[in-house]
């Protein structure tokens, strides 16, 4: 024989019921948003990587390479031998040839210490840097020390980038005489020296840069 059902047990089996189908629903509806969540994270890091990579200027081959734009008017007005575009590649595939092989001098105070100190070369100055003092001496420092030519580029943030650096770049120094390698004072290994041919290419670049600066003329060419 069938339990009998009362009126009360009917209501609290209702009840149970309701609160079950209530708690599938809510289940229901908070498994998309986390997956959705996920999906917009994952979504979000992998678009912040492919930007670092082209603010930092890490093109693999074949790829074209980002431009900068710099407005005219950011441009400083002491800025002259301005580079024209052409000749900006080639200077910036020589930075980069002379930041592997350990012939680069970033920023002013390595620059200024190694002027001082003599060091003969290729000063690359940014154009679009503000405030402009913080460089303004620097081409008169070339322009008194022997063996040293200099110009300007338009972008500090391709500079930096040509140089291995994520941040902009206000000026560079190429090295013209190799540097001679110390074994460190931790009596740690010393790093690999660079080969001859990575050498000679950045002594190559090099000569090529400092012909076609010397013919430059105080105006804008693009």
């Given at each position: 024989?069938?339990?009998?059902?009362?009126?009360?047990?009917?209501?609290?089996?209702?009840?149970?019921?309701?609160?079950?189908?209530?708690?599938?629903?809510?289940?229901?509806?908070?498994?998309?948003?986390?997956?959705?969540?996920?999906?917009?994270?994952?979504?979000?890091?992998?678009?912040?990587?492919?930007?670092?990579?082209?603010?930092?200027?890490?093109?693999?081959?074949?790829?074209?390479?980002?431009?900068?734009?710099?407005?005219?008017?950011?441009?400083?007005?002491?800025?002259?031998?301005?580079?024209?575009?052409?000749?900006?590649?080639?200077?910036?595939?020589?930075?980069?040839?002379?930041?592997?092989?350990?012939?680069?001098?970033?920023?002013?105070?390595?620059?200024?210490?190694?002027?001082?100190?003599?060091?003969?070369?290729?000063?690359?100055?940014?154009?679009?840097i503000t405030p402009v003092d913080v460089i303004s001496h620097l081409p008169l420092m070339a322009e008194e020390a022997p063996g040293v030519e200099y110009c300007w580029v338009l972008s500090k943030e391709e500079l930096g980038a040509a140089s291995g650096t994520k941040r902009a770049t206000s000026c560079v120094l190429i090295a013209s005489t190799p540097a001679k390698r110390s074994q460190p004072k931790d009596g740690s290994a010393a790093k690999a020296a660079p080969s001859a041919e990575e050498l000679a290419e950045w002594k190559e670049g090099l000569e090529e840069c400092l012909a076609e600066v010397k013919k430059l003329e105080g105006e804008v060419k693009f």
């Open positions: 024989m069938a339990p009998e059902t009362t009126p009360k047990k009917e209501k609290k089996d209702k009840k149970r019921k309701s609160l079950a189908a209530a708690d599938l629903e809510d289940a229901g509806a908070v498994t998309p948003v986390a997956v959705d969540g996920e999906k917009a994270a994952k979504k979000a890091k992998k678009d912040k990587k492919e930007k670092r990579k082209s603010v930092g200027g890490e093109v693999t081959e074949g790829e074209e390479k980002p431009e900068f734009h710099v407005p005219l008017e950011a441009i400083s007005p002491i800025a002259s031998p301005l580079a024209s575009k052409k000749l900006s590649k080639k200077l910036f595939r020589t930075v980069k040839r002379a930041s592997k092989v350990r012939q680069l001098k970033r920023g002013v105070k390595e620059v200024v210490k190694a002027l001082r100190k003599g060091e003969k070369g290729l000063l690359l100055l940014a154009s679009n």
